[in-house]
């Protein structure tokens, strides 16, 4: 049961692991992720990629993507490349000082989707590691802070919620809306929830004339994304257990546990 790569947009699973720092996520897009955090991105050592317009780094013998071609490299469609792999890094200085052991750490990262060490390099001075396979579909990410986490499920859920269904006004005229982020506070809220791992459902908002309804069920961790898709399925038919409601008068955002 592969997903359509459509299918992927409106709906967001994501499980954080606080002891090794990273979150595995469905429905969050490397677009989405470079669109997040525009303009301060470092540099992506490319680790599993098809990105034809990369530089070649002589110590690593691997492509990086410089910052100034993220955007071309947003661009692409990373989904059918398959395995996405990289890693940021402030100066190609950093990249030449790394050791045998260090990158050998680093291969084993973009090859098993998994860490030997945590993997935060001084000399690269990385926030990120991020590993997808059919992007979107399986990303699993290491945050040096989950703060950046937490501005990149904010950030999405928005731009994500204006792409949706467009609202008919009294005329019949189709509006397309747009939402402030979620307050990161809401997300934060959710935390325990999001460490057994939830499914946001933007295919199932209730919208009403005053307000809307973003529904989130507790699913809890797997290994795979089918089976966390099998699971959704299943437990989008009973009552979920919190919502995100935005208020369109007050245009304000609020978080229900039920």
């Known amino acids: 049961m592969k997903k359509h790569h459509q299918d992927i947009q409106d709906l967001v699973y994501v ?9 595995l996520s469905y429905g969050i897009e490397f677009a989405e992720f ?26 690593t013998l691997l492509e990086y993507c410089p910052d100034e071609r993220i955007d071309s490299l947003a661009a692409e469609d990373i989904y059918s490349y398959g395995d996405f792999c990289w890693i940021d890094f402030v100066e190609e200085e950093g990249l030449n000082e790394l050791t045998g052991q ?3 750490e680093i291969l084993y990262l973009g090859h098993q989707k998994q860490h030997l060490k945590l993997p935060f390099y001084n000399k690269l001075g990385n ?3 991020y590993l997808a396979h059919d992007d979107g579909f399986f990303n699993k990410v290491y945050y040096r802070s989950f703060k950046d986490f937490f501005h990149l499920l904010s950030y999405t859920l928005s731009i994500k919620l204006g792409k949706l269904k467009l609202e008919k006004t009294l005329l019949g005229i189709r509006k397309k809306r747009s939402y402030p982020p979620i307050n990161k506070e809401i997300l934060l809220s959710l935390t325990p929830f999001i460490k057994e791992g939830i499914c946001i459902s933007l295919r199932d908002v209730d919208h009403q004339r ?15 994304m089918d ?22 008068k007050t245009k304000e955002w609020k978080l229900t546990v039920i």
């Open 15 to 23: 499980h954080l692991n606080q002891n090794d720092q990273y979150v």
């Open 34 to 59: 470079a669109a997040a955090f525009s303009g301060t991105l470092n540099h992506l050592l490319l680790l599993k990629h098809r990105f034809e317009d990369g530089e070649f780094n002589m110590h």
């Open 102 to 104: 260090e990158m050998a």
């Open 127 to 129: 926030r990120f590691v």
């Open 210 to 224: 005053n307000k809307l309804e973003i529904p989130i069920w507790v699913i809890g961790d797997f290994a795979t």
């Open 227 to 248: 089976d966390m898709y099998e699971e959704y399925e299943q437990i989008s038919g009973e009552n979920c257990h919190a919502k995100i409601i935005f208020d369109k």
